[in-house]
């Protein structure tokens, strides 16, 4: 059986908030001396490497990836990227019993793995030594899957029983970041930023699901198994709230 398409469209409000907070930081960069000189950091061809401070102040992953780093074209535009790898394998067993018998076990074995890459063309319009304000907008792909498959065992007097079933998901989502934030620097390579960020994607998910019998006593009729597919496809735009990390400059 194959489910029918679904389509959701998600706008929250934040938008709005995006848009007030992007030109409250333009008019602040309007504000600043034009005299004083871009850090150094922010020369064209330097590197720089983000980690996110988390809310106990400790450093952590920036924007959820894997690492984030920043290149410098020129004081006034940069490329930032960020990627993640992740991956997990487990399975959980567990016996059923009753007065001491053993009626029966059960295992699942789970496994995921997800990719997902952003770049965004980041631009300075006044770039001055301590405070900057910047803007940025670029693409954001991301893939995933994940399967559970679950193995069943029960045992009665009509003999032993086993029972499978697996569910097996596929998702993969496009669209674009777009980031408004500043940047103060504490040192000459050394800066602690603070962006807010706004998600636009598409997103596509394929569901199959399966169950069966792998064995069955000998008088026990034929079964049939059953599989389930469903798809499904949105479209959001989401807030990714305020972003604090610190940058370090090479």
Not at 119 to 140: E, M
Not at 163 to 169: A, D, F, I, L, N
Not at 233 to 245: D, N, P
Request: proline share 3%; charged share 20%; net charge positive.
């Amino acid at each position: 059986m194959v489910a029918n398409d679904a389509r959701r469209l998600r706008t929250p409000a934040s938008l709005m908030a995006m848009v007030v907070v992007g030109v409250s930081l333009l008019l602040a960069a309007g504000n600043v001396s034009a005299d004083e000189r871009a850090s150094e950091a922010l020369r064209a061809g330097s590197w720089s490497l983000q980690f996110g401070i988390s809310s106990n102040f400790t450093l952590t992953s920036f924007e959820g990836v894997l690492i984030s780093c920043k290149k410098h074209l020129s004081p006034k535009s940069a490329i930032r990227t960020g990627l993640t790898v992740s991956g997990q394998v487990g399975n959980v067993n567990g016996d059923s019993e009753r007065s001491g018998v053993t009626l029966g076990n059960s295992k699942t074995d789970t496994d995921a793995a997800s990719l997902s890459l952003s770049a965004l063309y980041i631009y300075y319009p006044s770039p001055v030594r301590r405070l900057n304000v910047f803007s940025g907008l670029g693409p954001d792909i991301g893939l995933s899957r994940s399967k559970d498959e679950t193995r069943n065992v029960s045992y009665s007097y009509r003999g032993e029983i086993i029972s499978k079933s697996w569910t097996y998901r596929r998702q993969v989502y496009f669209g674009l970041r777009g980031v408004v934030g500043g940047e103060w620097f504490a040192a000459s390579r050394v800066s602690v930023l603070a962006d807010y960020v706004l998600n636009l994607r598409y997103s596509y998910q394929r569901t199959e699901r399966w169950s069966g019998y792998e064995k069955l006593p000998d008088d026990a009729g034929p079964q049939d198994s059953d599989r389930n597919v469903s798809k499904t496809e949105w479209l959001s735009l989401s807030s990714g709230g305020v972003q604090f990390a610190l940058s370090i400059y090479f």
